[in-house]
């Protein structure tokens, strides 16, 4: 007989929130029970998602794997300075939760943290991100404009002060 766990037990076990855990569950990645037997197949994926927005098996794969690892406990060696630069737009990635995670592992003085209102996961602006054409022509045209120009301006600042 099989014993179940509530998703609270789950994420204090897995050191995430549940509010991570819920939107995984959410985009049909995690379901209720454990996730080896019960994460969805990739055509199971394609059956209830957008078909204006769907990810390739690969990337499917890679979420899936990535999802079940945890590199949290690794964060507390780091000797040196970490930047962690969030995107607000971002919605791969609890950034709430992300930089609860990165203030409670790496040491104050070692940790700088900054956030981009305007910026997608990609740290790309967000009206660029949602239109593949918009990307495109972006890419094609002007391509330094294709990254948020904060999160250009921030990495050079971070490493010109190295």
Known sequence: MKKHITISQLAELMNVSVHQLRYFEEKGILYPLYADE?????????????????????????????????????????????????????????VKDTEQVYRKKIPSELLSVIHIPKADHSMMNEQI?????????????????????DYLQILGDFVSQR
């Open 129 to 149: 991100a949602h239109s593949k054409s918009l990307t495109f022509l972006t890419a094609v045209l002007v391509p330094r404009q294709l990254v948020n120009s």
């Open 38 to 94: 019960n994460q969805a197949s990739y055509e199971e994926y394609l059956s209830i998602a957008d078909p204006d927005d769907i990810i390739p098996k690969e990337r499917w794969s890679f979420i899936g794997i990535n999802f079940r690892s945890d590199s949290t406990e690794e964060l507390s060696y780091f000797n040196s300075p970490v930047l962690l630069v969030l995107a607000e737009k971002d919605i791969n990635v609890d």
